[in-house]
């Protein structure tokens, strides 16, 4: 806990991104993505790199629609509303743009009047500076042409309305609308729109480890999407400025102008905060948030000291009259951390339940006590051992406390069950513990070992999350083993003993298990092997059709507010996952422009060569050297120019060609890319620049080529200036320096928010495409990157680098969600290929302690088809299983392997002592039918309280853990001693002196 403490302080003194109270929830979870994700792969590299060229940022969508004006969300009110809550934005700590309606470049020829003289130019402004309520219906309807195209208002206002703007001749075909806004930022019939709030991720700079830095970034983030939903609880009227506030407010206002007054009015301002502390040092609630509870009462939710109620007659006084939703990946990643905090309530249910049926069960205090304190205590010491390390829990190893109350439970049980069921033979107490630790020293350890190897298995994988799962609870596992062997022990000591009977209740299931049931399946054997058999072979065919897949759509309930505002704005403006297209130049890394002393240089000596050829007396030609001088730097020029893709006709026009057929896939039901709603790039900009630049002609709404330069612009030349009387060089224009001047004007006319910055690096050689995709499953999302890449080899090899070619750029495909959803699969198939090695390891190890290979081959059948049955049965039926459910199977195994090897111990001592098959399994169902028995029943009802959680992963883990640990008794009280009957056991290897030593510590009972 102190290294909690320690993490979570330090996240604070980076700076103070609480609430206003100074304090944050203790860091014990790490909900950064960046922890899931494998470094060595080359798709997570590109990810990295676009956060190291490009700014690390993402993006929140605010929502809401207008049905009701024939402008729809055009109208004056939508305007104001959008340009209200935009200017609020902006003020957000964290929020880096904001682009909407009112708020986004508008690229334009135009008339410019700088208050001496009117002159036609290029314009780069917001769509609306002026006061939205302020417009003519001829300026709201420029506007939605601008935006949607001549055709999408004419259909949603009238084409006559259109051509009073437009005039009677106007082709509407030549307004098409602006791509960077439409199925964006607003739908295509202008009845819903988007705000798009650009959050940062913050660079954290100093002495900090690299956890509390990610830890940072996350609550950075947490702290700016407060600060959105403050204003527009505002703009519901469901925050109300309390009565604190409104004094403080006056008394900051009157203090004189000074350090503390500023310091006092930005908490006051700081939208992020609920909190702050007063001029008298008082922390104290700014605003009442009210949501309406169950009862029709409306609740301040965000009160810290006791429940507050609006008053009976309140109704909110809403600024407008629209329902917003929240999109994108920040909210989406909160929901899961919000959702994953209200299943917490589980674990405590779970003991609550474990503990109750310990008493209905064993009937006994101590049976119930002593199971409780090994669990509990082997929880405390696993988990110390991951807070020990300087870690936290992630989604992963949160599942750490149910693992190890299997764990913890099935090894304690067996000591208690058999204290409990030897009592009746000993007087003494001492010889009575002692007998009991013999007879389970050897299985536990045995099923410890195997246990381990099962989790250790794990290490197989890549990911940090399952690396850290499988070394920590191997070493739980070892916790329990030294728990189960001296606290219980120890805690048996501590109860008083006096020779009771036998509670016939117990005896008789004891008895049942070991004579008619016993008979029965040794009677049966032959169809118990054969159907079983059957079962494991359908099962295991049933294996090779199980999806491991992941579809967050289906992860919550149907009601989850979060998801359904997802849904919706699906519905209304596209996906809202992030999807990253990056092109990096293939040129080599060594090459370097020219500075600046070496750029004067080459031009120099270029104006003098050309000068020379053009026939210019008194201009003194290059000399041999100057001339090998001026081919050496215009070669270096050449040579990093060419790696400059960003301004390359070349590329551009590839890019412009591959992104075309992207998009016709994209509107193709039956393609995978039809998950993809959006793309842009800075191409968007390029062409429109371009149109406007010549007469705002559709026709160069395209990428720019060499045909877009005249002729006489080609060649260098030296010009004589009659107004100086000098000459001056003239360089050579060609299609790469007519795209660098367009995005030099662009940058120079948009705000700092809306540069090149985030899409194109600042050397050129870096190109950032992005797409917004639909909430999908996980196979959809592989697919559809997949057929991206397709496109990209088969059609457009210049765009996708291979071994030996000469491609432009490489093309990589990458994205924050992108990667989460591909991370469900790589754990799925790492815990598989885990969970094969570990069933080999653990039969070799079987076979090796019992010197049998023949126990080995017959307890591969019990550890197989509890884990086989379940999933093959979601194979058979299409139901799909992610990575953190099927991790669930790693329980499974050891719960299988530990049940095998109590009830081979007890059969291998009988075998031992000169007994037949039939009464050796018939015994050993008397010694072992209690404790495993009491074992699975208690796991099951652990298990099933996860079965009410909200959280399809957890509901799916329940269902796999409870079907699974009742298959492992079924298999082990059915299939082992029809198996074992079937076969022939008595032979020389049973005398074997390892056995005849296990034997001996199981001793008689």
């Not at 980076?14 to 304090?23: A, H, L, M, P, Y």
């Not at 979870?29 to 956060?51: Q, R």
Request: hydrophobic share 45%; charged share 20%.
């Amino acid at each position: 806990m102190e290294n909690i403490g320690r993490v979570t302080k330090s996240v604070l003194s980076i700076s103070d991104i609480s609430d206003g109270s100074g304090q944050i929830a203790p860091q014990m979870f790490d909900p950064s993505l960046d922890v899931w994700f494998d470094t060595g792969d080359a798709t997570v590299k590109a990810y990295f790199d676009i956060e190291d060229r490009f700014i690390a940022e993402d993006y929140i969508l605010v929502t809401f629609e207008n049905t009701q004006d024939s402008y729809g969300v055009f109208s004056r009110e939508s305007l104001e509303t959008i340009q209200r809550l935009t200017e609020n934005f902006l003020t957000v700590p964290g929020v880096r743009h904001v682009r909407s309606l009112t708020y986004s470049p508008w690229i334009r020829w135009g008339s410019i009047d700088d208050g001496i003289s009117t002159e036609n130019g290029l314009i780069i402004s917001d769509l609306v500076e002026s006061p939205a309520t302020q417009l003519s219906d001829k300026q709201l309807v420029e506007r939605m042409v601008a935006v949607l195209g001549a055709n999408r208002t004419a259909k949603k206002i009238g084409a006559q309305r259109v051509r009073e703007y437009l005039g009677n001749n106007a082709n509407f075909e030549d307004f098409q609308g602006e791509p960077l806004l439409l199925d964006a930022i607003v739908n295509q019939d202008a009845s819903a729109t988007a705000i798009q709030i650009q959050i940062t991720r913050p660079v954290v700079e100093g002495e900090h480890s690299e956890l509390t830095k990610k830890l940072y970034s996350v609550q950075f983030q947490r702290a700016a999407l407060r600060g959105i939903e403050h204003f527009l609880n505002i703009e519901s009227g469901l925050s109300l400025k309390t009565t604190a506030f409104q004094k403080a407010e006056k008394q900051i206002s009157a203090l004189p102008e000074s350090e503390d007054k500023r310091k006092l009015k930005q908490s006051l301002s700081d939208p992020s905060k609920n909190f702050m502390v007063d001029q008298d040092g008082q922390t104290i609630q700014k605003y009442r948030v009210f949501r309406l509870d169950e009862d029709g009462h409306y609740l301040d939710i965000a009160s810290l000291n006791s429940e507050f109620k609006a008053d009976s007659t309140f109704t909110p006084n809403a600024l407008s009259p629209y329902n917003f939703k929240l999109g994108g990946v920040p909210v989406l990643e909160r929901n899961f951390e919000v959702v994953g905090s209200a299943d917490s309530k589980f674990l405590p249910l779970m003991f609550l339940v474990i503990t109750v049926f310990l008493i209905i069960l064993t009937r006994s205090f101590a049976g119930t006590v002593i199971p409780m304190v090994v669990v509990l205590a082997s929880i405390f010491g696993t988990v110390g051992t991951i807070f020990a390390t300087g870690t936290l829990f992630n989604n992963l190893t949160a599942m750490m406390p149910n693992m190890m109350t299997a764990i913890g439970v099935a090894d304690s049980i067996h000591l208690v069950a058999a204290w409990l069921l030897m009592r009746s033979q000993y007087d003494n107490k001492a010889e009575l513990i002692i007998e009991v630790i013999r007879k389970n020293a050897a299985p536990v350890l045995l099923t410890t070992i195997t246990t381990a190897i099962g989790f250790y298995s794990l290490m197989l994988n890549d990911l940090t999350p399952v690396k850290q799962l499988a070394w920590s609870m191997a070493i739980g596992t070892f916790i329990a083993y030294l728990l189960t062997m001296t606290v219980v022990p120890l805690m048996l000591s501590l109860f008083p003993h006096s020779k009771r009977k036998r509670i016939k209740q117990r005896d008789a299931i004891s008895q049942y298990l070991s004579t008619q049931w016993a008979a029965l399946i040794i009677r049966h054997r032959a169809k118990v092997v054969g159907y079983s058999s059957i079962v494991a072979l359908i099962s295991c065919i049933g294996l090779f059709f199980v999806q491991i897949d992941a579809d967050q759509r289906k992860m919550f309930t149907a009601d989850n507010p979060v998801i359904l505002d997802l849904i919706w704005i699906e519905e209304h403006l596209g996906g809202t996952g992030d999807l990253e297209i990056i092109f990096n130049s293939t040129a080599s890394d060594s090459a370097e422009g020219l500075n600046e002393q070496e750029a004067a240089r080459l031009e120099s000596l270029q104006a003098r060569n050309v000068a020379t050829a053009s026939g210019i007396s008194g201009v003194k030609a290059l000399s041999s050297a100057e001339m090998n001088e001026l081919n050496s730097l215009h070669q270096r020029y050449e040579a990093w120019n060419n790696g400059r893709i960003g301004v390359s006709a070349q590329f551009l026009q590839q890019v412009e060609q591959f992104e075309y057929r992207l998009r016709e896939e994209m509107v193709k039901p039956d393609s995978a890319l039809s998950i993809i709603t959006d793309l842009s790039s800075p191409l968007d900009i390029l062409k429109k620049m371009h149109q406007v630049q010549n007469n705002d002609n559709p026709a160069f709404y395209r990428a720019v080529n060499e045909g877009d330069v005249s002729a006489s612009l080609r060649q260098a030349s030296v010009e004589f200036d009659e107004l100086t009387e000098e000459y001056n060089y003239i360089p050579s224009q060609t299609a790469s320096t007519l795209i660098s001047q367009y995005w030099l004007q662009y940058e120079n006319g948009a705000r700092p928010g809306e540069t090149l910055s985030t899409q194109l690096s600042v050397d050129r050689q870096h190109y950032r495409m992005q797409g917004r995709g639909l909430l999908c499953t996980t196979q959809e999302k592989q697919a559809a990157i997949a057929k991206i890449r397709e496109i990209a080899e088969n059609e457009f090899p210049d765009l996708i680098a291979t071994p030996n070619d000469a491609s432009i750029a490489d093309l990589t495909v990458s994205g924050k969600k992108t990667l989460m959803d591909r991370t469900g699969i790589i754990i799925a198939e790492s815990f598989s290929k885990s969970i094969v090695v570990a069933l080999i390891v653990i039969l070799i190890v079987i076979s090796l302690f019992f010197r049998s290979w023949k126990l080995g081959l017959v307890s591969a059948l019990p550890n197989v088809l509890p884990i086989a049955i379940p999933l093959g049965f979601f194979g058979w039926f299409g139901i799909m299983i992610d990575g953190p459910a099927i991790a669930v199977a790693v329980v499974a195994l050891g719960v299988c392997v530990d049940d095998t090897i109590h009830f081979f111990t007890k059969y291998s001592r009988a075998i031992n002592s000169g007994k037949t098959v039939e009464q050796a399994i018939s015994e050993t169902m008397r010694e072992c039918g209690d404790a495993l028995t009491l074992t699975t029943i208690v796991l099951i009802v652990g298990f099933s309280t996860m079965l009410l959680s909200s959280f399809s992963p957890n509901y799916l883990m329940a269902v796999l853990a409870v079907s699974m640990i009742a298959l492992a008794w079924l298999a082990d009280f059915i299939v082992t001693p029809a198996v074992l009957a079937m076969m022939d056991i008595k032979s020389s290897e049973k005398k074997d002196t390892a056995t005849d030593s296990l034997a001996y510590s199981g001793g008689s009972q």
